[in-house]
T-cell receptor, first 114, second 113 residues
């Protein structure tokens, strides 16, 4: 079984401040980990993914995440928030296999204030 | 490429009615899936398919039916709509399950009265 926990359903930061969105996962086998972003009234799009290569993963729009096996974490960061980053962010986990399923966390809504 | 398309964008049903949510992709992806999104619950997998003719249940399959007769199409059927099925429904596709990025459609907002 696999699961994802996202700490904090709402995070508010000032424009220019560090963004840190937390994700912890549970998986009985080596996981693949993803961060997706959802802008209002849209579908989800991939920010970045970890697939057992480099543990520090860089994504689009200046976001990055670090896979830490010892902490079972995959936190998402961005050094300087921009107003356009306001959205909902989902962490997700899957595993190998043709019938592998993607399991999502409950999401974190990021608010960026002036 | 149109990517993943879903129709309709919005739908209102009465309890007990049936309907089909359409999903199509033009990327020749083998893996397709349906999710529902509810506030505070993230996305939950309803059904998925690893190729034409092969489907399986996800986390919340009750009340929904799927089939996959072609690689491109993966319709979701609500057999007898209930208010608990009020949700936003997303279809997604990828080359394979597991490590590949899933591409999402724009969603269908369904209200069951």
């Amino acid at each position: 079984a696999q699961s994802v926990t996202q700490l904090g359903s709402h995070v508010s930061v000032s424009e220019g401040a560090l963004v840190l969105l937390r994700c912890n996962y549970s998986s009985s086998v080596p996981p693949y980990l993803f961060w997706y972003v959802q802008y209002p009234n849209q579908g989800l799009q991939l920010l970045l993914k970890y697939t057992s290569a480099a543990t520090l993963v860089k994504g689009i729009n200046g976001f990055e995440a670090e896979f830490k096996k010892s902490e079972t974490s995959f936190h998402l960061t961005k050094p300087s928030a921009h107003m356009r980053d306001a959205a909902e962010y989902f962490c997700a986990v899957s595993t190998t296999g043709t019938a592998s399923k993607l399991t999502f966390g409950t999401g974190t809504r990021l608010q960026v204030t002036l | 490429n149109a990517g993943v398309t879903q129709t309709p964008k919005f739908q209102v049903l009465k309890t007990g009615q049936s309907m089909t949510l359409q999903c199509a992709q033009d990327m020749n992806h083998e893996y397709m899936s349906w999710y529902r999104q509810d506030p505070g619950m993230g996305l939950r997998l309803i059904h998925y398919s690893v190729g034409a003719g092969i489907t399986d249940q996800g986390e919340v399959p009750n009340g929904y039916n799927v089939s996959r007769s072609t690689t491109e199409d993966f319709p979701l059927r609500l057999l007898s709509a209930a208010p608990s099925q009020t949700s936003v429904y997303f279809c997604a596709s990828s080359y394979l399950a597991g490590r590949d990025e899933q591409f999402f459609g724009p969603g269908t907002r369904l209200t069951v009265l």
